[in-house]
């Protein structure tokens, strides 16, 4: 299993409707997570972290299931401006360092 | 204030040549990171920073890389006699010492190997 897993997608969605991604992750360690934003060749910007009570942030909503080792990442009411691709963020070797995803392409269309 | 920057943006040399990609961190940031990013490909980290301490080299791909930072701020990824699988987005990460904390990119530099 990779440390951390995600659907690359890409997601096409219509404006205002609600899309989750998941990442999975293969150290049950971990205690903290992130999702990162990247828009087309830029680079990475946080987006929210992933606490173990869930963390919402306006449209999104970002949860974690330490049972199944995944977290996911809800964005209701989508706007063309959230296209991007969204980054799972894992930490491992004692927090310093993190493993990203290879990232969810989400395209919301008009 | 200031976020990471990096420079040059973009860089396009011959196979063989050496490069250098240099990182200017946030101030105040101790640690600091080295990540590549192929096309459709996720980040792919090199290799990190804490202080004064000893880096973690552990993701740099062959001898033929190489980086250092000077007086806890600037760093410099060096790559020798590069090849064409070198091409990438070279990105840097700073962020402030305690564990949790954001990591900050700079906008990266592309890299072409032709």
């Known amino acids: 299993r990779k440390e951390v897993e995600q659907d690359p997608g890409p997601f096409n969605v219509p404006e205002g409707a609600t899309v989750a991604f998941n990442c999975t992750y293969s150290n049950s360690a971990s205690q903290s997570f992130f999702w990162y934003r990247q828009d087309c060749r830029k680079e990475p910007k946080l987006l929210m972290s992933?606490?173990?009570s869930g963390n919402e942030d306006g449209r999104f909503t970002a949860q974690l299931n330490r049972a199944s080792q995944y977290i996911s990442l809800l964005i209701r009411d989508s706007k063309l401006s959230d296209s991007a691709t969204y980054l799972c963020v894992v930490p491992f070797g004692g927090y310093q360092k993190v493993t990203f995803g290879i990232g969810t392409k989400l395209q919301v269309i008009p | 204030g200031a976020g990471v920057s990096q420079s040059p943006s973009n860089k396009v040399t011959e196979k063989g040549k050496d490069v250098e990609l240099r990182c200017d961190p946030i101030?105040?940031?101790?640690?600091l990171y080295w990540y590549r990013q192929s096309l459709g490909q996720g980040l792919e980290f090199l290799i990190y920073?804490?202080?004064?301490?000893?880096?973690?080299k552990s993701g740099l791909p062959s001898d033929r890389f190489s980086a250092e930072r000077t007086g806890g701020s600037v760093s410099t990824l060096t790559i020798q006699r590069t090849q064409q699988e070198d091409s990438a987005v070279y990105l840097c990460a700073s962020k402030r010492r305690t564990s949790a904390d954001t990591q900050y990119f700079g906008p990266g530099t592309r890299l072409t190997v032709l």
């Open positions: 101030s105040g940031h101790t640690a």
């Open positions: 920073f804490q202080g004064n301490s000893a880096p973690d």
């Open positions: 992933v606490y173990s």
